[in-house]
């Protein structure tokens, strides 16, 4: 018999329990979808590492001989070490010369090739092995004769081999860039017998550590091994390829958790207030149940079972559905930035605990809500429940109050006596709101930082690049020539209060086309004789203006400990800058890396020996805007949940609030009240709460967005912005979809009974 109740109380409240379903549904799609992705590219990424036996430390800064790499070895924990010389040369294609990052490696033990096409590599083999996305960009084969150009010296090499290597996961051809364009630059490996002319050392020590070792502990001992004022060991969270990624994966579970709770907060607010409306309504039937002898306990899991039932059934279908179709989308889109050799969706248990939450969650809310009906003795719950004792606010009592016309007052004391169901619907259209913020200003922000860093930070629009036979002659010819600013970009250590990281030193010459921002985005010029630190090197480092930091270039066995005189934001490159007064006043030589000028340099100019190549600012943020395919997802996905959310909410809340007001409404038709103007009372408190909403959503949004942006790499800067266009665009979609739904509620003042209704 409850069964047969259970499924007749479902049909009658199918708008209700449809809500709580979708809601349900549409929560655990987004958190199991992104819980796949993010399990699926963490056990996909982890297995490629331990495929390749990617390296746990790094160390630089000397060049290194077979001596080095025994004492590495020898140190406690250390189980491999390998050696390696890393250079920057061009390939000579018909297409042109693109920039290539030569390896020369002693052995394949750490962080070794994965082979996809040709012959395994072999110490003392000629050849070259090179990377699959470069290969099949520029139509590189097995078996052609690549030309390669290192320092004016030109070189061949047979293709043997079609590689991947875990170092080059995601990888930029510059660090100025701030997205890959795989293909237009690339890597290969080769053995030392092959460099062109006298192999110098190898200038990289990659060691593998044993598995429960502890890695600053490692750290210690090779420092004590090697004991150089001028060596570097960088570790994984410290690699360009390894952060950024495993940043993009917390990013993504952060996001796993935040966007589902709207949904499954909305959820649980529906079973509150339908769940308490259905007891209220069933008191009669409740009553009976309990004179027929069913047990306290019986109806009460009758009763849970309802927000169980589906809730549990929507969590279920929407983990099916999201385990599919979230990672299908995603990574379909990510394959372009990050090369991995597969892309497998997983779950980990955060699924399964999602599910158990929501059943327990439900369950919960829903004993809760029925339990006033089911206090009561039997005799008691067969009675008509007691007039509720209705008290006049303080507004009602005001002189205000008798200010305001019929529909005012009546929308107001509707509001204040159904406040659990107000402020669902303002939470509703919140939820809406904060996602079409959101969705608009993942697609301002990054809209806004190709701008930021082309057009204010950047002002020129070529880029000149010096490679280390350049010389600070040459770069002041081309910026003489070119009517040029020169610069330097090195990579550099920074270290405060033992934590340790790897980013960027600027020193910039006199010049108008490198520009710098403090943290509000206004302009400000370099001061002599300290450092301007990042605001996300800042963050890393936790350290303010007017506090030191200890800092010294790779390769350079001094350090230098400089106060802080300034806080600058930039997109990428994060680190320190400074004049080159300043630096030349710390005894480093200023060799320019680049040239930046407005001019379009002469043609065979990147021919030139000392001249690594040039960019074209045009072309980079060109090649950045492309990218903005992914974002279009990204939004598409949020619009979507936004409309979803607003109108599953806003159609529950008013076809809820209609069968509620039936009496009133009939009474004001028999009163003599127009349908139409019936309908614009009905349509003025939705108006009322979905601007509550619209005014609660924007900041929430804008919070959201700014989580969002925070959780990138550290790496990598981005500056919330949300336009006005945007904003506007997102409170007339909120308003829209509101318009719509209560058009088609207020649509059924028509087919109201007034003998039925009045009973």
Not at 537 to 551: H, I, P, R, S, T
Not at 564 to 588: C, F, H, N, W
Not at 629 to 648: C, F
Request: net charge negative; charged share 20%.
């Amino acid at each position: 018999m409850l069964k047969r109740k259970l499924w007749r109380d479902f049909l009658k409240n199918r708008t209700q329990f449809l809500s709580i379903f979708l809601m349900s549904l549409l929560g655990m799609l987004v958190f199991v979808g992104l819980d796949a992705e993010a399990a699926g590219l963490r056990k996909s990424s982890d297995t490629y590492y331990e495929q390749t036996n990617l390296a746990d430390l790094w160390l630089q800064g000397s060049l290194f001989t077979d001596r080095d790499q025994d004492s590495a070895l020898r140190t406690r924990n250390v189980k491999r070490a390998s050696l390696r010389l890393t250079v920057d040369a061009k390939a000579q294609l018909p297409s042109g010369e693109p920039s290539m990052k030569l390896n020369f490696i002693s052995d394949q033990e750490v962080s070794g090739m994965l082979l996809l096409e040709g012959t395994p590599w072999q110490p003392g083999t000629a050849g070259i092995w090179v990377d699959d996305m470069f290969a099949l960009r520029q139509g590189v084969e097995i078996g052609d004769i690549l030309t390669l150009r290192y320092e004016s010296v030109d070189f061949q090499e047979p293709v043997r081999g079609i590689i991947k290597n875990p170092e080059y996961v995601y990888y930029t051809g510059d660090q100025a860039e701030m997205m890959p364009d795989y293909g237009n630059y690339g890597y290969g490996f080769l053995d030392p017998e092959e460099f062109p002319g006298d192999f110098p050392g190898y200038d990289t020590i990659l060691v593998d550590i044993q598995e429960e070792a502890s890695i600053s502990a490692v750290k210690k001992a090779l420092v004590q091994s090697f004991a150089s004022e001028n060596l570097v060991i960088t570790g994984r969270n410290q690699q360009s390829s390894y952060q950024t990624l495993d940043s993009e994966i917390e990013q993504h579970k952060m996001m796993g958790l935040l966007f589902p709770s709207v949904f499954l907060f909305i959820a649980v607010l529906g079973i509150i207030t339908t769940m308490t409306r259905m007891t209220a309504n069933q008191r009669m039937q409740i009553g009976t149940l309990k004179a027929l002898g069913f047990t306290r306990k019986k109806i009460t899991r009758h009763y849970v079972s309802y927000g169980i039932l589906i809730s549990v059934l929507g969590a279920v279908l929407g983990s099916v559905l999201g385990y599919w179709l979230i990672p299908e989308l995603i990574f379909s889109n990510f394959s372009q930035m990050y090369l991995l050799p597969s892309w497998d969706r997983s779950l980990s248990a955060l699924s399964a605990a999602g599910l158990v939450l929501v059943a327990v969650i439900s369950a919960l809310v829903s004993f809760l809500a029925c339990q006033r009906q089911l206090r009561e003795s039997p005799a008691d719950t067969l009675k008509p429940p007691a007039p509720k004792h209705i008290r006049h606010t303080v507004l009602e009592k005001s002189k205000l109050w008798l200010r305001m016309n019929f529909s005012s007052q009546w929308n107001l004391r509707d509001i204040l006596r159904n406040k659990i169901r107000s402020l669902m619907g303002v939470i509703g259209v919140a939820g809406c709101t904060m996602l079409l913020i959101c969705a608009f200003g993942c697609y301002d922000s990054f809209r806004s930082l190709a701008d930021w860093s082309f057009e204010e930070l950047m002002t020129n629009r070529t880029k000149i690049l010096l490679d280390e036979q350049g010389g600070v002659h040459l770069g002041q010819e081309l910026a003489d020539q070119y009517d040029g600013q020169m610069i330097v970009e090195k990579a550099a250590e920074f270290e405060s209060d033992g934590v340790t990281k790897t980013g960027q030193l600027t020193a910039v010459d006199d010049g108008s086309y490198y520009h710098f921002q403090n943290p509000k985005q206004q302009e400000v010029q370099l001061t002599e004789g300290g450092i301007a630190l990042s605001y996300k090197m800042a963050q890393a480092l936790d350290v303010e203006e007017g506090e030191f930091v200890n800092w010294h270039p790779i390769g350079d066995s001094t350090w230098h400990r400089s106060r802080i005189s300034q806080i600058y934001r930039v997109p990428t490159g994060q680190g320190i800058a400074m004049t080159r007064k300043t630096y030349e006043k710390l005894d480093l030589s200023f060799r320019p890396t680049a040239v930046l000028t407005n001019q379009i340099p002469e043609a065979g100019l990147g021919d030139q020996e000392g001249i690594q190549g040039i960019q074209s600012l045009d072309d980079m943020k060109n090649s950045m805007n492309e990218t903005m395919e992914m974002m279009y997802l990204m939004v598409g996905i949020l619009i979507l949940a936004a409309i979803i959310l607003g109108t599953v909410v806003l159609y529950n809340l008013g076809a809820l609030s209609f069968i509620e007001k039936t009496r009133e409404i009939a009474t004001l038709k028999v009163l003599g009240f127009r349908t139409r103007r019936i309908r614009g009372i009905l349509q003025k408190q939705n108006l009322w709460i979905t601007a509550a909403g619209i005014l609660l959503g924007i900041p929430l949004g804008y919070g959201l967005l700014a989580a969002l942006c925070g959780s990138i790499s550290e790496s990598q800067d981005m500056i919330p912005y949300v336009s006005k266009a945007s904003m506007l665009l997102s409170a007339a979609g909120t308003l829209l979809v509101s318009a719509g739904v209560n058009f088609l509620l207020s649509g059924k003042t028509k087919l109201i009974e007034l003998v039925e209704a009045l009973k």
